[in-house]
């Protein structure tokens, strides 16, 4: 497997959670309370996240407010989900997952595979327009 670096994985980590979020509540701030309880880590850690998510582009950061998705933050957070909804839908629809299951060995790699592997998958399957647990995938 490629070496993913732990800048990677903090993003995916917190950008997943937000942008699962967003449709609902474009302008929802997320505190480093949830997601110090999500993670069960302290606040600190949190907060430090933030920042690199903030000096990265992706998340605008207010200290006692928490964070909220830059423009870039929601190109990039569509992105990984949409990785990661293509791969629910295939490991669901071609190999029979529970939608749990699906969502659970598609958290595992969506970070590893590339957006040229995830177009190929998409065209193979259709273009599907909705993962198995109902939420759209994005397409662009």
Same mark, same amino acid.
């Given at each position: 497997?490629?070496?993913?670096?732990?800048?990677?994985?903090?993003?995916?980590?917190?950008?997943?959670?937000?942008?699962?979020?967003?449709?609902?509540?474009?302008?929802?701030?997320?505190?480093?309370?949830?997601? +110090?309880?999500?993670?069960?880590?302290?606040?600190?850690?949190?907060?430090?996240?933030?920042?690199?998510?903030?000096?990265?582009?992706?998340?605008?950061?207010?200290?006692?407010?928490?964070?909220?998705?830059?423009?870039?933050?929601?190109?990039?957070?569509?992105?990984?989900?949409?990785?990661?909804?293509?791969?629910?839908?295939?490991?669901?629809?071609?190999?029979?997952?529970?939608?749990?299951? +699906?969502?659970?060995? +598609?958290?595992?790699?969506?970070?590893?595979?590339?957006?040229?592997?995830?177009?190929?998958? %998409?065209?193979?399957?259709?273009?599907?327009?909705? %993962?198995?647990?109902?939420?759209?995938?994005?397409?662009?």
């Amino acid at each position: 497997m490629p070496n993913i670096n732990m800048k990677e994985q903090t993003i995916s980590k917190y950008l997943k959670p937000i942008i699962r979020n967003y449709d609902q509540n474009p302008n929802k701030w997320f505190s480093t309370k949830f997601f +110090a309880e999500k993670f069960n880590v302290h606040p600190s850690t949190v907060t430090e996240h933030f920042q690199s998510l903030s000096m990265l582009g992706l998340v605008e950061y207010k200290k006692y407010k928490g964070i909220k998705l830059t423009p870039h933050g929601i190109k990039q957070g569509q992105i990984l989900m949409r990785k990661h909804r293509i791969l629910e839908y295939f490991f669901s629809n071609e190999l029979g997952l529970t939608c749990e299951e +699906a969502c659970k060995e +598609a958290s595992k790699i969506d970070i590893y595979i590339s957006e040229k592997i995830i177009d190929k998958i %998409c065209t193979k399957l259709e273009h599907p327009r909705v %993962c198995p647990c109902g939420h759209n995938i994005f397409h662009y």
